[in-house]
């Protein structure tokens, strides 16, 4: 069965750190440009960052730019967002997502909430 | 960037009845754009990419249409587990923007 399962989601201090996490067995994960969208309490989707099959282009949203960093371990079909500076802003659920040919987001994992609160 | 704008923010039907939710684009996308549904506590669910391609075991009473900068979500014999928030998005080039949303609810 082809899925994606998040972790790392926590209740950390503003200015503080967290690294999410993305395992994607079940599929051939290195072929797949991997993405992480959030959404906060009570409001819409928000795409974050996607990164290619094999590292070599990464991209932001303008709202994480300087603060997140994507990356991934291929070996290990895994997917990693590490989160810096965190704001309440933040807040939010955190899912990993998977494009099909046309771009569309065809897998997603069940999310991992990030909470940023002192 | 590419804004999306959808409308109407939220709609009540009826059982059995057809609902036409709009997302309309900043620039032209061609048919880079597809729907997806989402339930309280749940993930999105992919319904319709390229504008108008229905994903695999979805209902066929979900039907996408437009290319260019207007596109619409038509669901048709609306049935009670309709009842979800919709969501447009473009999937071409990055940033990746998703629509503000439509909720619809069941009477």
């Known amino acids: 069965e082809v899925k994606l399962v998040e972790s790392g989601g926590a209740l950390v201090k503003p200015g503080g750190s967290l690294r999410l996490s993305c395992a994607g067995p079940?599929?051939?994960?290195?072929?797949?440009?991997m993405n992480w969208v959030r959404q906060a309490p009570g409001k819409g989707l928000e795409w974050v960052s996607s990164?290619?099959?094999?590292?070599?282009?990464?991209y932001y949203a303008d709202s994480v730019k300087g603060r997140f960093t994507v990356s991934r371990d291929n070996a290990n079909n895994s997917l990693f967002l590490q989160m810096n500076n965190l704001r309440a802003e933040d807040t939010a659920v955190y899912y990993c997502?998977?494009?099909?040919?046309?771009?569309?987001?065809?897998?997603w994992g069940q999310g991992t909430v990030v909470t940023v609160s002192s | 960037d590419i804004q999306l704008t959808q409308s109407p923010s939220s709609v009540s039907a009826s059982v059995g009845d057809r609902v036409t939710i709009t997302c309309r684009t900043s620039?032209?996308?061609?048919?880079?754009l597809a729907w997806y549904q989402q339930k309280p506590g749940q993930a999105p669910k992919l319904l319709i990419y390229?504008?108008?391609s229905l994903q695999g075991g979805v209902s066929s009473r979900f039907s996408g249409s437009g290319s260019g900068t207007d596109f619409t979500l038509s669901i048709s014999s609306l049935q009670p587990e309709d009842s979800a928030t919709y969501f447009c998005q473009h999937t071409n080039t990055s940033p990746l923007t998703f629509g503000g949303g439509t909720r619809l609810d069941i009477k």
């Open positions: 620039q032209d996308i061609g048919r880079w």
């Open positions: 990164i290619s099959g094999i590292s070599t282009y990464t």
């Open positions: 079940g599929f051939s994960f290195s072929t797949y440009t």
């Open positions: 997502a998977r494009p099909q040919g046309w771009g569309a987001f065809d897998i």
């Open positions: 390229a504008a108008s």
